[in-house]
């Protein structure tokens, strides 16, 4: 079992994410599949709503980097009284976050990162203050059941400190794109360490640190990021 889930952090969640958006499976099943309790938000989080929900009991909770950067800035108390928030889905605000945790110094405050074809999270890390002094801020290590290799283009691994592409695997593997079997075999390709087993090409640039952390560093394609939506600019 996943230690994180059994921390006392997530013993009440919020559940405000879209049902079609991959991070309401995190939000519904870190709670549930663990004995744990949801709240389920009747509107759109708003800071009063963050300070009512903290009122009614949650703990922690999910926000995407734009509403996270959009509540520190408007008012990073309302995460006061919370034990955790995990936030990602684009290239974190330091500035932001270390808002959060200078108003906020009982808050651990979580990075994650997970493409929709690694449902939900893959990689994650609470952040220190001095972490977030300076870009970029680390991403974290793997999950449990999760592989993560920074390889260059002949798959082979790069050595700590050297960019490289991120590939994932691991039991929160998609399956592929459905119906597009060209697009699946390009993202998704045999493990070259794991016979039998696939990993999932991200495009992500990243390097590893010393320490085992993973550091974003941006795309190896034309990809881009508005709002938390990916943006293809060769399809549009």
């Given at each position: 079992a996943d230690t994180r889930w059994h921390n006392g952090a997530h013993r009440h969640l919020l559940f405000h994410s879209p049902h079609s958006f991959d991070a309401a499976t995190y939000e519904i099943w870190a709670a549930l599949l663990n004995g744990h309790t949801l709240t389920?938000?009747?509107?759109?989080?708003?800071?009063?709503?963050?300070?009512?929900?903290?009122?009614?009991?949650?703990?922690a909770?999910?926000?995407?980097?734009?509403?996270?950067?959009?509540?520190?800035?408007?008012?990073?108390?309302?995460?006061?009284?919370?034990?955790?928030?995990?936030?990602?889905?684009?290239?974190a605000s330091p500035?932001?976050?270390?808002?959060?945790?200078?108003?906020?110094?009982?808050?651990?405050?979580?990075?994650?990162?997970?493409?929709?074809?690694?449902?939900?999270?893959?990689?994650?890390?609470?952040?220190?203050?001095?972490?977030?002094?300076?870009?970029?801020?680390?991403?974290?290590?793997?999950m449990d059941n999760t592989q993560a290799y920074v390889l260059d283009a002949s798959l082979a691994p790069v050595p700590v400190g050297v960019p490289g592409e991120l590939y994932l695997g691991g039991t929160g593997l998609a399956r592929g794109y459905d119906g597009?079997?060209?697009?699946?075999?390009?993202?998704?390709?045999?493990?070259?360490?794991?016979?039998?087993?696939?990993?999932?090409?991200?495009?992500?640039?990243?390097?590893?640190?010393?320490?085992?952390?993973?550091?974003f560093l941006g795309r190896t394609d034309t990809q881009v990021k508005i709002r938390g939506h990916r943006i293809e600019p060769a399809e549009t």
């Open positions: 389920v938000a009747d509107r759109e989080i708003t800071a009063p709503v963050v300070r009512e929900a903290v009122a009614s009991g949650v703990t909770v999910f926000l995407t980097k734009a509403l996270f950067d959009l509540l520190a800035e408007e008012d990073p108390g309302c995460f006061t009284g919370l034990q955790e928030v995990w936030t990602g889905g684009e290239a500035a932001a976050m270390s808002t959060v945790q200078a108003t906020n110094p009982d808050l651990t405050l979580v990075h994650v990162y997970g493409p929709t074809e690694t449902t939900t999270f893959a990689i994650c890390g609470p952040l220190s203050p001095a972490d977030t002094a300076h870009s970029p801020v680390p991403l974290g290590l793997p597009q079997p060209a697009l699946t075999a390009t993202r998704f390709i045999p493990d070259p360490y794991h016979p039998g087993a696939r990993l999932y090409r991200t495009g992500d640039l990243v390097t590893r640190h010393p320490d085992g952390r993973l550091h």
